[in-house]
């Protein structure tokens, strides 16, 4: 059970926007803590997409962005492509347990 | 551009230990942490603790208390990953991250450099 709750999996068409969740407490994200997104692909290491709940690093392309509020925050991704296939995870720091991630969202494009 | 080097896949048995390190190549790690995340298969990803290799400043999840150890030699810009007591549950991909900023090593800073990944397989 992980301390930063996000869908197991979300899924999406070709041009579509999707949006990823998660979902802290007063101990994290709630805190003000910022929160960091990844993109995972298997067999591959984890890419930073978001940091700070809303900066790209460089080369990460626009159609992803990044928002917070309250004790939650959220991945968009719009004009969804094939490759952005993968999972997702969130990481934030918690009072308690230090540096923490969420439990990973699969992105499936149909 | 700093890049970050795994040692290779390890088979352990259940109640050894491991160690796995993570060299910076290309550049130095200066002040800036070096994390161990793990995947175990089908799960998510799990931080295990930061070390500043400079300093030797380490922070642990609670979750490895006592059982993992992170040590560096600034010199050769390399840090280790010891774990001990080996169970099969400990079976999964090590992976290194820096921390994109200097003088963070609780976990909290983003990752912006990982290495390869470690696959550590541990059976009886």
């Known amino acids: 059970q992980s301390v930063l709750t996000q869908p197991p999996s979300v899924s999406g068409a070709p041009g579509q926007r999707v949006t990823i969740s998660c979902t802290g407490s007063s101990s994290n994200i709630g805190a003000g803590y910022h929160v960091h997104w990844y993109q995972h692909l298997p067999g591959t290491a984890p890419k930073l997409l978001i940091y700070?709940?809303?900066n790209r690093p460089s080369g990460v392309p626009d159609r992803f962005s990044g928002s917070k509020s309250g004790t939650s925050a959220s991945l968009a991704i719009t004009g969804l492509q094939a490759e952005d296939e993968a999972d997702y995870y969130c990481q934030s720091y918690d009072m308690t347990l230090s540096g923490v991630f969420g439990g990973g969202t699969k992105l499936t494009v149909l | 551009q700093v890049q970050l080097v795994q040692s290779g896949a390890e088979v352990k048995r259940t109640g050894s230990s491991v160690k796995v390190s993570c060299r910076a190549s290309?550049?130095?790690?200066?002040?800036?942490?070096i994390n161990w995340v793990r995947q175990a298969p089908g799960q998510g990803l799990e931080w295990m603790g930061g070390i500043i290799p400079i300093f030797g400043t380490t922070s642990y999840a609670q979750k490895f208390q006592g059982r993992v150890t992170l040590i560096a030699d600034d010199s050769t810009s390399t840090a280790y990953m010891e774990l001990s007591s080996l169970r099969s549950e400990d079976t999964a991909v090590y992976y290194c991250?820096?921390?994109?900023?200097?003088?963070?090593?609780?976990?909290?800073?983003?990752?912006?450099?990982w290495g390869q990944g470690t696959l550590v397989t541990v059976s009886s």
């Open positions: 991250a820096r921390a994109a900023s200097a003088g963070y090593y609780d976990g909290g800073n983003p990752f912006d450099i």
């Open positions: 700070d709940t809303n």
């Open positions: 290309g550049g130095t790690l200066n002040g800036y942490a």
